[in-house]
């Protein structure tokens, strides 16, 4: 570490290096210095409602304010321009009008995660302001072209923008049972931007992070110097390396991923981590951390996958031995060449999938704060990451301290979507609170996080598949490579998930599956919604339907015919279990709007997929909750605190929380606060594969049971637990039939498009999901999950230079994201086919939701022009 004390700051309070204006009817006057007005309203007025998304691009529509009645992107709005001006934030909005937004979209279930609400509502204000109770959803979604969600698909957004526009009187309430179609949990808050994200936290003292990034994705670090950084103005402390105490790695599976990469070390990919710069404000830490010089001896990166395979490869990670992460395989049934030879039909076809950037609306932010002296130091860490119990156990080990000394609570993040699983600047900020003895945050931009944090695997799946005369299935054999990027993140899982899901929702007497994960120098890839279940399921139902065309069926007719049920064998030899009768009850209930669609001339397409909820493939997974009852206050009742393990990120895992304990507790549920913290040990492992629901509500479930018994006792911890032990692994010869997950998820999804011009004009999405805990927000979900799907379908994209391995699209309109005005009708239609050893009989539903999406939409543009498509994303211009 090397350290400036009372390092020399140009925070100019003169007259000319300030700036004048009213805010929400306030005069102030503020620094000029600052980047834009969004940073002047956040790190100096401490006015959070506005967030910061992807400063200073003005793409994400987070910030949007009104600037002399004129809605505006703040972090697009220079300090020059606003001086005079009177700014109007929505904590400034008349509380009246206020209530009415929050009502409307709690109501209405118009937010997941949040982020992007306040803005969205400020641009909703000026619509309504100026066209009253005449705008529409229609004529709003256009004026929304400015702002991004990622959650909602923007379906119940409109909804609820419509309601304050026409006035329509909404009185939104918790839900007190299971199956209740109550609002989200801290919706009014959320909707308001009153209830913060780790990003607008403000402790006394605090300082500010910022990264230096290593500008070669493959190089030896020679020589790193921080002098010019460390006499910059503001700054406190640079850290490399060599100030780690404790473990260089961090990593959910593997240990493989430097927290920094050292002088003698070797960079892997773009978003390696060379050096920390702490300063007095966040502007001053990243204007010095681009001060950092670092001698490079470069070496050519592998980009190419397949390449990347070859005994003459070099290696692409520092600190590994082979660029194989892993391979998945099995083989079960007859012998595939035979089977595949005396088929009556034939198919074999190669489909390539893309790498996709989460674009969660927030980006990662982490604040940590030092308690006590060094002997006896304590850490409270705030991180919106997907598994605290992981971040914690990782913080501690580089700090190398006990565990207990280390706190970490979850603060309710922007959105994950499975991006949020590794850590990316917990450790960082952790370290640098820990050596100075002071509040620390870290907060990535746009930029840093696209380097930074795992994306979608892109995947190449090469099939041979046949049926025989009736269109039956007999022979299938896949062979996938996976580009899982530098480090191991959980890419060796989705891998495996793809090859356990390559046969789809089906029967086959013959399977020979094989998927490997492959170390590259392109981005991390990792944990993304549908986890390799979409990319190998596009290349399932895509060669359905080229064999239901050569048998002369319906590509409803060949689903039907070889859709799996209760007792049926099912991929790698799991006996399936009345759960899977889903998947047909889906098919079932579609079969209307299919046949409808294709009588009135248009192109139809279909998609039927299934999900894994829960690790599986033997792991033992745990979940535990605890129910205290809080003394009364005055004449009030007392409070009670919800406590469970699971990240809240929009899916609404802290609602289902609370509808099982308003529910099984009888109480209202006005009176429950849901908490995530580190102080007990409930949590084991990350909020991913769709198990947060289930798991949740059956911990919860088992600690009001625990209450119940002790008499409801105030101040005792009634703990409950869940437990899912019943998997074996993928491909163990021990085991005959092995059960690699305990529960599955079903969807059919139809594309409807226009017959002439292509355009998506409709999906209608039938989903299982065991039973809807909440079927408003179930719906959302969908609704989500179906705008991601044809955004990975059709538009969305997240290259990588093969020359440098790093990514070309560095904005959030590059990406390809679907807006508000491109998305089509979407009707959701649920099913519930309870599944067995399921509390309340749920099987999950946030990962689902995509995986049938862009094989339908294939479908249906085949239907429009003949042409079979085997690459993603099919258009690279939105519709």
Not at 445 to 457: D, I, L, N, T, V
Request: proline share 5%; charged share 20%.
């Amino acid at each position: 570490m090397t350290e400036l004390a009372d390092a020399p700051t140009d925070l100019d309070e003169s007259d000319g290096a300030r700036v004048s204006f009213v805010v929400n009817g306030t005069p102030v006057t503020v620094r000029r210095s600052h980047p834009h007005l969004l940073a002047a309203l956040r790190e100096e007025l401490d006015i959070t409602s506005p967030k910061d998304g992807c400063s200073p691009s003005g793409q994400c529509g987070c910030c949007t304010v009104f600037v002399d009645g004129k809605a505006i992107v703040a972090c697009q709005c220079d300090m020059d321009k606003v001086e005079g001006s009177s700014v109007v934030t929505l904590e400034g909005v008349d509380e009246a009008e206020r209530q009415t937004f929050a009502d409307a979209f709690a109501a209405c279930g118009g937010l997941q995660c949040g982020f992007c609400i306040p803005g969205i509502v400020m641009r909703a204000k000026s619509q309504i302001d100026k066209k009253g109770s005449s705008l529409t959803r229609e004529g709003m979604a256009p004026h929304l072209g400015a702002h991004l969600c990622r959650c909602t698909g923007y379906v119940k957004v409109l909804d609820a923008i419509e309601a304050v526009a026409h006035g329509t009187m909404c009185a939104p309430a918790l839900a007190n049972t299971v199956g209740g179609g109550g609002a989200k949990y801290e919706a009014a808050p959320l909707t308001l931007g009153d209830r913060g994200y780790v990003d607008d936290i403000r402790v006394p003292g605090m300082l500010h992070a910022a990264l230096h990034l290593t500008d070669h994705a493959r190089a030896d670090i020679e020589a790193i110097d921080t002098s010019a950084a460390l006499a910059a103005p503001g700054v406190e402390a640079v850290f490399t390396a060599d100030d780690l105490p404790g473990e260089l790695r961090v990593g959910i599976i593997h240990k493989d991923w430097p927290v920094m990469i050292p002088v003698g070390g070797r960079t892997s990919y773009a978003g390696d981590v060379l050096a920390i710069v702490v300063a007095d404000t966040r502007d001053h830490a990243r204007a010095a951390a681009e001060l950092v010089e670092v001698t490079y001896e470069v070496h050519a990166p592998n980009t190419d996958a397949r390449a990347a395979l070859r005994d003459t490869a070099p290696l692409s990670v520092w600190g590994t031995d082979s660029n194989v992460l892993s391979t998945s395989a099995y083989t079960r049934g007859a012998d595939f060449d035979e089977a595949f030879a005396a088929s009556a039909f034939t198919v074999h076809e190669t489909f390539r999938t893309q790498r996709i950037e989460h674009a969660f609306l927030e980006p990662e932010s982490t604040v940590a704060v030092p308690a006590g002296d060094d002997g006896d130091r304590t850490l409270h860490v705030y991180s919106g990451g997907q598994g605290v119990w992981d971040d914690r156990n990782d913080i501690a080990a580089v700090l190398d301290v006990d565990p207990s000394r280390v706190t970490v609570e979850l603060v309710s993040n922007g959105g994950a979507f499975g991006g949020k699983e590794d850590m990316s600047n917990q450790a960082h900020a952790s370290l640098a609170a820990w050596k100075l003895g002071r509040p620390v945050k870290c907060t990535l931009s746009r930029e840093e996080s696209f380097r930074m944090h795992a994306k979608r695997h892109p995947i190449e799946l090469e099939y041979w598949a046949g049926c025989d005369a009736d269109g039956r299935f007999t022979a299938l054999k896949v062979r996938g490579i996976g580009d899982s990027g530098a480090y191991a993140s959980v890419g060796m899982k989705v891998l495996e998930r793809a090859a356990g899901h390559a046969c789809g929702p089906y029967r086959w007497q013959a399977l020979d599956i094989e998927t490997i994960a492959v170390r590259t120098n392109n981005l991390v890839c990792g944990a993304f919604r549908g986890f390799g279940a979409n990319q190998a399921q596009f290349a399932m139902e895509g060669v359905l339907d080229r064999l239901a065309e050569q048998v002369g069926i319906s590509g409803w007719e060949m689903r039907k015919r070889n859709v799996i049920k209760p007792g049926d064998e099912w991929g790698p030899g799991q006996i399936m279990d009345d759960g899977a009768g889903g998947a047909e009850a889906c098919l079932d209930q579609i079969k209307a709007s299919y046949d409808a669609a294709i009588a009135s001339g248009k192109a139809v397409g279909l998609g039927l997929g299934l999900k894994n909820s829960g690790l599986g493939n033997g792991f033992r997974e745990v979940s535990k909750a605890v129910i205290r009852f809080l003394p009364s206050d005055g004449d009030d009742v007392g409070r009670i605190e919800v406590r469970h393990g699971w990240t809240e990120m929009g899916q609404g895992v802290h609602t289902v929380a609370l509808q099982v304990a308003a529910q099984e507790l009888g109480v209202d549920p006005d009176r429950i606060d849901v908490i995530v913290d580190t102080t007990r040990e409930l949590g084991f492992g990350q909020t991913t594969g769709s198990r947060g629901t289930l798991m949740v509500a059956g911990s919860v479930s088992d600690a009001c049971a625990a209450a119940k018994a002790g008499g409801f006792a105030v101040g005792v911890d009634y703990e409950g637990e869940y437990v899912v032990d019943w998997t074996q692994k993928l491909g163990d010869p021990k085991v005959t039939n092995p059960m690699i997950h305990s529960v599955f998820s079903y969807a059919a999804q139809m594309v409807i498009a226009d017959p002439q011009s292509g355009a998506i004009e409709k999906v209608v999405a039938v989903h299982d999901v065991g039973k809807a805990v909440n079927p408003m927000l179930v719906e959302g979900q969908v609704e989500g999950s179906v705008h991601m799907g044809l955004g990975y379908a059709l538009t969305e994209e997240f290259p990588t230079d093969p020359e440098t391995g790093f990514p070309t699209n560095m904005t959030l309109r590059s990406l390809g994201i679907l807006r508000a005005k491109d998305v089509p009708e979407i009707e959701v239609q649920l099913v519930e086919v309870a599944q067995p050893r399921s509390p309340f009989g749920i099987k999950g539903v946030g990962e689902i939701g995509l995986v049938p999406t862009a094989p339908a939409v294939a479908a249906a543009l085949h239907a429009v022009d003949g042409e079979w498509r085997t690459t993603l994303p099919m258009r690279r211009t939105a519709p």
